[in-house]
């Protein structure tokens, strides 16, 4: 069965940093667009990230931008989220998600066919 596993979540205070991985099970990450999304208690699902595994292009959400930064493991069955410089508003539960790289939009959750259970990331004041 093709899974997504994130972890790497945790509690961290205002200033601090964090690496969430996701890691695929069942399948690699060729020819797919391989998004981040958050979503806080209360708050509808937002793209943070995303990376096209074909040519390693990166979009990220203007609320991150110059502070996370993700990447692929050259084995292409990992990706990661590096976090930096995290505030309070960061704290949501992060989603890795996959969809074909032709079917997908970078930051739009439409077309992701595999989504992980998702990791908590708090940021404490």
């Known amino acids: 069965e093709d899974q997504l596993v994130e972890s790497g979540g945790g509690l961290v205070q205002a200033g601090g940093s964090l690496r969430l991985s996701c890691t695929a099970s069942g399948f690699l990450f060729y020819d797919y667009g391989i998004g981040w999304f958050r979503q806080a208690p209360g708050k509808e699902r937002e793209g943070v990230s995303f990376l096209s595994t074909s040519d390693g292009a990166t979009f990220y959400a203007d609320s991150v931008k110059g502070r996370f930064t993700m990447s692929m493991h050259p084995n292409k069955d990992t990706v990661y989220l590096q976090m930096t410089n995290l505030k309070p508003e960061d704290t949501a539960v992060y989603y890795c998600?996959?969809?074909?790289?032709?079917?997908?939009?970078?930051?739009?959750?439409?077309?992701?066919?595999?989504w992980g259970k998702g990791t908590l990331v708090t940021v404490s004041s």
């Open positions: 998600a996959a969809g074909p790289e032709l079917s997908v939009t970078p930051l739009d959750d439409y077309a992701m066919d595999h």
